[in-house]
């Protein structure tokens, strides 16, 4: 036993990220050929029907955009998408696929979750089986899982077009990259884990809600529904919204430890595999692998952490009795058992431990376990992986170009240390792209401290405090965290479908992906039409494990400095009343 975990939990912990790293590699490779236009496996199947899309949508493949028109073409998506989508949350009670006759959402809520899946953050302010008809799930949430994650990953391919471009202000075509993202990457990839999925029982139905009848003779709605086909895509696309309420641990969601571990890994997939994508395409494997290194490095520790502390528990039941706990993963010096308040006696605590992490870490923010319920470090752990800026593997596309900012911001910084003009894969770093990944990196932090303050200092923020103290101060800095940085989940205990929550946390949404978005692509078109300078004597290389461990302090130090003050009102208080009893 290390750090309180038992060997059970550090196995399946070594099986998750070898699982992971194994099928990250080949993805990665293929998803370079997508990117970079080449011709693929599934070419042969999809190249008429790219050709026919571009046809209707009057798109020019070989006309590449400069930065200014790619983030223009990206912003009018977006709004166009939310518009779609706003509208038909508002009009759902007069939409086909209705057979529950749910109402109309009120202008907030529509606010809220049309901004929220249009942003790629799925935050959910509403049970879903109780609130969205069929339609406004399929054609609605389940389309938004597609285009917003393929604008992530779009995004990230123009700032790498820009790493390797040479005196040139075109970043490629983003209407095709957007086609060639759903087409060739996405829709198949979805395909497979929705099947695999139903194969482990989560369902897939039109039919209206089953009516019941338990023993004690009364009537109950068993809610139903096409979820394995939101299923696969909110896993993958790193979007997090579930068609039940309480998510992945809804047995019609995630029904057998079989589909647990397909839905965990699927999380981090994509995410992972970009990062070996990156380094094909800027044709040095070693700059992937040092990203991916340090992503590894700060996952696996906090995971380790998270999952020793929930199976360590509350030190103070074992006197209560908890040694007759019928649980018996954790150590027998603590709660017998370890902590399974909200969990799920399917996956224990080690796969729900697992998923937390893997889920705040990636900007998924789906649940098989209720985070309010961890205890207070534990809960503490996926908070502070939103904090570093979900760069920890992070959301697709979103995660690598957000750790690529923090990239620069490292070799900026080392380069003052030695007195020389920094430089990345052969682009100096100037002063414009300083400033623009100050504010990719910055803005969120202040919209989230900002958002926080305003929230417990207002009769309306504290309305919805349900909880007293710490514990309610962390709901909500974990709610304005998941929001400003995209990750969609929730600590609960938070009543957030208000008004004042709807609209506060939807332009947190808001801020907090298009005032990363649009920097990026900045630096994006100013790097592409800088020159490449050949390697020197005094080049930092940017792939060796120095580099790694020096990119990793840049992260932990940005975030540690940025939310320690407010992590000690939360989290830390409540440990500290923990320990005291």
């Known amino acids: 036993m290390f750090l309180g975990i038992t060997s059970a939990g550090w196995l399946q912990l070594v099986l998750y990220m070898a699982a992971l790293t194994a099928l990250a590699v080949p993805l990665g490779g293929y998803v370079a050929r997508v990117l970079s236009g080449q011709r693929n496996w599934l070419s042969p199947v999809f190249t008429r029907v790219e050709g026919l899309i571009y046809a209707m949508g009057d798109v020019r493949p070989d006309q590449d955009m400069t930065w200014k028109d790619y983030a223009a073409a990206v912003i009018l998506f977006s709004f166009g998408g939310f518009i779609l989508l706003f509208g038909l949350l508002l009009t759902q009670g007069v939409l086909p696929l209705n057979p529950q006759h749910l109402p109309n959402l009120t202008p907030d809520l529509a606010f809220n979750t049309a901004v929220s899946f249009v942003t790629n953050t799925n935050w959910q302010s509403y049970a879903g089986e109780t609130t969205l008809s069929y339609f406004s799930q399929m054609v609605g949430l389940t389309v938004q899982n597609f285009v917003s994650a393929a604008v992530g990953i779009a995004v990230l391919a ?15 075509n983003f209407w095709v990259d957007l086609v060639r993202i759903n087409l060739y990457i996405l829709l198949p990839l979805a395909l497979i884990v929705a099947v695999a999925l139903s194969s482990q029982g989560v369902i897939q139905t039109f039919a209206s809600y089953v009516t019941a009848h338990t023993l004690e003779g009364a009537s109950q709605t068993i809610a139903v529904g096409p979820v394995a086909s939101q299923e696969a895509i909110k896993m993958l696309g790193t979007n997090g919204g579930g068609f039940f309420n309480t998510n992945s641990a809804h047995p019609f969601e995630n029904p057998t430890p079989l589909s647990n571990l397909i839905e965990m890994l699927s999380i981090l997939l994509i995410p992972a595999a970009l990062c070996f994508t990156f380094g094909k395409m800027i044709g040095d494997r070693r700059q992937g692998i040092a990203i991916f290194a340090a992503m590894t490095l700060v996952f696996v520790p906090l995971t380790a952490a998270c999952i020793g502390l929930e199976q360590a528990g509350n030190p103070h039941l074992v006197a209560a009795g908890a040694d007759t706990a019928p649980n018996m993963e954790g150590p027998a010096t603590a709660q017998a058992g370890g902590n399974m308040e909200g969990k799920d006696t399917r996956f224990g605590i080690a796969n729900s431990a697992i998923w937390a992490t893997a889920t705040t870490a990636a900007s998924n923010g789906s649940v098989n376990a209720m985070h ?33 900012v923090f990239v620069i911001l490292t070799v900026f910084i080392a380069g003052l240390m030695v007195g020389r003009t920094p430089e990345y894969l052969g682009k100096k770093i100037g002063a414009f792209e300083i400033k623009m990944a100050s504010m990719a990196v910055l803005l969120p932090c202040a919209l989230v401290l900002i958002c926080t303050a305003v929230a417990v200092l207002t009769p309306w923020g504290q309305a919805g405090i349900y909880n007293p103290g710490a514990q309610g101060f962390s709901e909500v800095l974990y709610a304005f965290t998941s929001a400003a940085n995209n990750n969609g989940s929730a600590f609960a205990g938070l009543s957030a479908n208000t008004p004042f929550y709807n609209s506060l946390l939807g332009l947190c949404m808001l801020f907090g992906r298009f005032f990363v978005l649009l920097p990026v692509l900045a630096i994006a078109g100013s790097l592409a039409a800088k020159r490449t300078v050949p390697a020197s004597a005094g080049t930092l290389p940017t792939h060796t494990p120095l580099f790694v461990v020096f990119l990793i302090g840049v992260i ?13 009102l939360g989290p830390v208080i409540e440990h500290l009343n923990l320990i005291k009893g």
């Open 372 to 404: 309010d319920s961890f205890t207070p470090l534990g809960g503490l752990i996926p908070m502070i992986l939103m904090q570093f800026g979900e760069v920890i593997y992070g959301g697709v596309g979103s995660g690598l170009y957000g750790m690529l």
């Open 158 to 172: 123009a700032l790498i077009r820009g790493l390797t471009g040479q005196t040139t202000d075109k970043l490629g």
């Open 556 to 568: 932990v130090l940005v975030g540690v400095l940025t939310y320690a003050p407010a992590l000690v």
